[in-house]
């Protein structure tokens, strides 16, 4: 599986960007479908840190409590993609955002640790 990030960029405070997760996927016996995907984010000297992740199975959603309310995460199977949508940007926003992508035999989606897949990161810079 192959992720590419991008929607990237320099926002205002209470601006929105939208960030996009293309995945290639050439593992054989499965497909985009069967992979759950999730956000994480590091901010400038801080530790990756979960933002959001969505299963595969029913598209059920979760979120960090920071996010919660201002970010959405949602996928299209037919296209390959995962999206964040993320209004009401602060400037605690502030990080590289990477996605990242899990088989199906996860124990925690909100830990890092159980992805297999990550994309390159994008740069998301909120000033006040």
């Known amino acids: 599986v192959q992720l590419q990030a991008s929607g990237g960029g320099s926002v205002q405070a209470g601006g929105s960007l939208r960030l996009t997760c293309s995945a290639s996927v050439r593992t054989s016996g499965r497909t985009f479908s069967s992979y759950a995907f999730g956000w994480f984010r590091q901010p400038p000297g801080k530790e990756r840190e979960f933002v959001a992740a969505?299963?595969?199975?029913?598209?059920?959603?979760y979120y960090s409590a920071s996010v919660k309310d201002r970010f959405s995460i949602s996928r299209d199977n037919g296209i390959n993609v995962v999206w964040l949508q993320m209004d009401k940007l602060k400037p605690e926003d502030t990080a590289t955002y990477y996605c990242?992508?899990?088989?199906?035999?996860?124990?925690?989606?909100?830990?890092?640790?159980?992805?297999?897949?990550w994309g390159q990161g994008t740069l998301v810079t909120v000033s006040s």
């Open positions: 969505i299963s595969w199975s029913d598209d059920s959603t």
């Open positions: 990242a992508a899990t088989a199906p035999d996860y124990s925690s989606i909100r830990d890092s640790s159980e992805y297999d897949y």
